[in-house]
């Protein structure tokens, strides 16, 4: 009997909260055909991965999107936050390292 990989075994789920709070389905998801990815269609799929409403070969398949890509695109969210995915930013972005967080001021 074949073993299932740990993508295989976690149950699909119907929803994921999106990257702007609401409640993203697949049917929220970007087109397939989508050409032009901004930040925000660039964000849902990254998000609905994560969140095991798509699968990363079902999201590469769907959106013909290298393996490679879609990594950058969630290195580039938990690095810079969403705003990472900006295009125009992208140079700046992977020449600085990520800002450290300030401690408060008490």
Known sequence: MREMSEEQRRPRVSYVIGPDGSPLTL?????PNTKR???????????????????????CRRYTLTVEEFLAWQRAIETHGVAGLRVTRLQIYRDTPPARLAKPRY
């Not at 049917?27 to 087109?31: E, G, V």
């Not at 990815?37 to 999201?59: F, H, M, N, P, T």
């Open 27 to 31: 049917a929220d998801l970007p087109p």
């Open 37 to 59: 990815w901004v930040i925000r269609r660039k964000a849902e799929v990254v998000v609905a991965v994560r969140g095991g409403l798509l699968s990363l070969e079902d999201a």
